[in-house]
């Protein structure tokens, strides 16, 4: 999928130099002595004690692998607001106007959403994109030291369809309805590539996964560990046992 979607393109601005087709390569790499940063929870975020669990014990997976595996995580104080401002920035874009027109059909979460980025100056977009570029210089700074940084790919379980978010972990309150996904949204503020890999199952048969996210612009080395991972585990073969 990668070899035909990546390549340059002039059409955008962003768009990476290398062909796609080095996507069509085997993935195999020998990790011997490959640092890598492990984090429970991206220093002090709620997470679910039965994720943390799962995940403790494919630590050994990694060292299994020939890594070289340490606690530590970089230093992710504003990448809270970063999300939360840019999220908002970007639903008063997408929906003021319908919001203006159409409030009594939208949903609760996307009108508060739409109505905090409609509230945002240009002072606090500025800021904000300022502490961006502070943020990836911090993270940037750590991935030098380590090729990897390994987390829960979600801070719960997976939870009942009929519950529309998580508004707690372990008696933590989130104050918003997507803070529950911060180990990700953390993430995607720092436009390091990403990937979430099957990492086992709860004791009650949930699944689990592993994010594991690489340096700038290395898509191919976050493909080649989760590859390494997923041929070490087989999780991704695997389906838990049905409920009775």
Same mark, same amino acid.
């Given at each position: ?11 955008? /601005?962003?768009? =990476? #130099?290398?062909?796609?087709?080095? +996507?069509?390569? /085997?993935?195999?790499?020998?990790? $011997? ?8 929870? !991206?220093?002090?975020? /709620? ?17 299994? !692998? ?8 970089? %230093? +992710? ?14 639903? #008063?874009?997408? &929906?003021? /106007? !319908?919001? #203006? ?5 939208? $949903?609760?979460?996307? =009108? ?23 943020? &990836? ?6 991935? @030098?030291?380590? @090729? ?5 790919? #979600?801070?719960?379980?997976?939870? %009942?369809?009929?519950?529309? &978010?998580?508004? @707690? ?7 918003? &309805? =997507? ?7 953390? =993430? ?17 048969? !949930? ?11 290395? @898509? ?14 087989? +999780? ?9």
């Amino acid at each position: 999928m990668l070899s035909a979607m990546a390549g340059p393109d002039r059409r955008s /601005p962003i768009a =990476i #130099a290398d062909p796609g087709d080095r +996507f069509r390569a /085997p993935l195999g790499r020998d990790f $011997k002595g490959v640092r890598i940063a492990w984090s429970r929870d !991206l220093g002090g975020l /709620p997470v679910d004690r039965r994720v943390t669990k799962v995940l403790d014990a494919q630590r050994a997976t990694l060292e299994g !692998l020939g890594c070289h595996v340490e606690d530590g995580q970089p %230093d +992710f104080a504003e990448a809270r607001q970063i999300f939360q401002v840019l999220r908002a920035l970007n639903f #008063a874009t997408r &929906y003021g /106007p !319908l919001l #203006a027109k159409h409030r009594h059909q939208m $949903k609760d979460t996307v =009108i508060w959403n739409t109505e905090e980025g409609l509230k945002l100056t240009a002072r606090e977009i500025g800021e904000v994109d300022v502490q961006r570029t502070r943020l &990836y210089h911090r993270v940037r700074e750590f991935m @030098e030291r380590h @090729e990897f940084l390994l987390l829960p790919a #979600a801070q719960v379980p997976p939870f %009942d369809v009929t519950q529309p &978010y998580i508004t @707690e972990i372990d008696g933590v309150h989130l104050p918003t &309805y =997507i803070d529950w996904m911060r180990v990700c949204s953390d =993430i995607t503020v720092t436009g390091l590539p990403a990937i979430s890999v099957p990492a086992g199952f709860t004791d009650d048969g !949930l699944p689990v996964g592993l994010q594991i996210v690489g340096r700038h612009q290395d @898509e191919w080395g976050v493909l080649q560990l989760a590859h390494a991972f997923e041929q070490a585990t087989g +999780f991704g073969r695997r389906r838990p046992p049905l409920a009775a």
